[in-house]
């Protein structure tokens, strides 16, 4: 019987390899294991880096030019919202039309523009919920011109210090992205 033969398992003078009984009714365990063993070792390194992650405090802010003004639109986490209604005191639903109502009229106090000095006139449009955000609507009947305006705004900042307001503004010759992570900023980014 050949080296070869003998580690294969082959009994000397038979063409057909010679089992383990341990090692067949083992293997099959060992298998499972082995594969149960990576699987559990890769979802704890993935809950790990779940745990460990951390979402940014902010307001994603949108001026888009249509027609004959802009169309602003606030979007922010619902968990950032209901902080808000918490911190106002207000115990109401946060997609209920009052407290809708409360969240605009908190988005319109902290957030403004001004345009060469002058402060812009934001009407105030509404609010509504979807998925994971709370929207605010707005609009401003300012100019269309490539002139970045002055925004202040401090949303979220009495929950969150180092939340962050990020800007994107669209019109016909203007497209700009910053953040304005202070009270106020006009700088792009």
């Given amino acids: ?77 619902l968990q950032d919202a209901q902080r808000v209604l918490e911190r106002l005191g207000v115990d109401v639903r946060l997609d209920s039309p009052e407290g809708l109502a409360q969240l605009a009229l908190y988005v319109e106090d902290r957030f403004s523009l001004s345009e060469r000095g002058e402060s812009a006139h934001l009407e105030l449009i509404g609010a509504e919920t979807e998925g994971d955000f709370l929207y605010v609507f707005q609009e401003w009947h300012g100019s269309k011109g490539a002139e970045i305006p002055q925004i202040d705004s401090t949303l979220l900042k ?32």
């Fill in 1 to 77: 019987m050949t080296l070869d033969a003998f580690n294969a398992g082959e009994a000397r003078g038979s063409t057909s390899p010679r089992r383990n009984p341990v090692r067949s009714r083992l293997w099959p365990a060992y298998l499972g294991f082995h594969r149960v063993g990576w699987a559990v070792a890769v979802l704890m390194l993935l809950s790990v880096q779940v745990t460990e992650a951390h979402r940014d405090h902010g307001v994603w802010t949108e001026l888009v030019w249509s027609e004959d003004r802009f169309e602003i639109t606030h979007h922010m986490h």
């Fill in 158 to 189: 009495e929950i969150h210090p180092d939340a962050v307001t990020w800007i994107r503004i669209e019109a016909p010759e203007l497209n700009q992205t910053w953040s304005v992570d202070g009270h106020n900023s006009s700088s792009s980014s």
